[in-house]
């Protein structure tokens, strides 16, 4: 907390409108959770429900959870608010963790560590950077790049549904979790070598293919969230930067596998030069027809997630114990 700015911010209201603190120092406290002779249907039952709890905006924006179970087996878990942390914070934090408590196990001296690790510049730098970007030249060029891309009437997604949609949109949803077999998974790559794309843009073409199957729609919007850190300045930083991008496909019964993966790879590619547009400024601009029940510009999302976590040794300059 003391080396990013970010994790001791919190924040309030002054008539009507909010703002941000950034504390000298601010307490996080740790919930140790005695979860010894517990099942793990238990343990996953209290990590749910400390996931789900909601934070104060006036105090630090993380929490930590020690579960103990026995003597030498904890898990932590670390618990930060979407307004400081992305995923890819998510992998800076775990690894400076990992280095903090090799300190503390005196596996690696502190000042070793301390040496090691980079000064990097405070979130709001990025802040700063992206609201000069948006007044000058740069920002009107994104600007008219996504008014092109994006004009006209755009298409709402109509997936096959097994009730009627509620009026309103409510979030209250399930997670299904499966698993493409094993043949499949090893072929990828391969297909991937062998059409000179990335299995990224591979599995995104397959997705825009599998949803107009299921909806027999021509023009199709999907949303994926970009990393916005464009450059390496803000590398190292924890915050929020990601932002999404909408990818419009144009899809027909005569349309190849091959064409479309031309077609979505030049739009990506597009996309990633055109992604420091913040999102939220793209819906207040477009000011779509906005319906209750769906959410504006696409109404379906496809991540990619690569965790880079516990392998630090590359950045830091030396071997850590595993």
């Known amino acids: 907390m003391n080396r990013h700015p970010i994790l001791r911010t919190s924040y309030t209201n002054k008539k009507g409108k909010a703002f941000q603190i950034i504390h000298e120092q601010l307490k996080c406290s740790i919930h140790i959770i005695n979860a010894e002779n517990r099942s793990e249907d238990y343990l996953k039952g209290q990590i749910i429900l400390e996931t789900e709890r909601l934070f104060n905006r006036e105090k630090a924006p993380v929490r930590l959870n020690l579960f103990t179970r026995s003597a030498q087996k904890h898990i932590l878990l670390l618990i930060a608010h979407h307004i400081c942390a992305d995923l890819w914070s998510s992998d800076l934090l775990f690894n400076e963790l990992r280095l903090w408590y090799a ?122 969230p970009m990393l916005g850190r464009q450059g390496r300045e803000f590398k190292g930083v924890v915050g929020y930067f990601v932002n999404s991008v909408v990818l419009r496909a144009s899809l027909s019964e005569n349309l190849t596998f091959k064409d479309l993966l031309a077609q979505v790879s030049s739009k990506v590619k597009e996309a990633q030069r055109y992604q420091d547009y913040p999102f939220p400024l793209l819906v207040e601009n477009f000011q779509p027809q906005r319906e209750p029940s769906r959410s504006p510009l696409f109404q379906i999302n496809f991540t990619w997630q690569k965790q880079r976590w516990c392998e630090p040794e590359k950045e830091l300059g030396f071997k850590m114990e595993p």
Do not use: C
């Open 103 to 224: 300190a503390e196990t005196e596996k690696v001296s502190l000042q070793q560590i301390e040496y090691s690790l980079p000064t990097n510049p405070p979130y709001t730098k990025f802040v700063h950077w992206q609201s000069e970007m948006l007044s000058d030249p740069k920002g009107e060029k994104l600007w008219e790049y996504w008014q092109k891309k994006l004009s006209g009437e755009l298409p709402m997604l109509n997936l096959p549904t097994d009730r009627p949609r509620p009026p309103v949109q409510s979030f209250r949803g399930e997670t299904h979790i499966f698993r493409l077999n094993e043949q499949l998974i090893q072929g990828l790559p391969e297909v991937a070598r062998a059409t000179g794309t990335t299995l990224y843009k591979l599995m995104l073409v397959a997705y825009f293919a599998l949803l107009y199957r299921y909806t027999n729609q021509a023009d199709i919007l999907v949303g994926t």
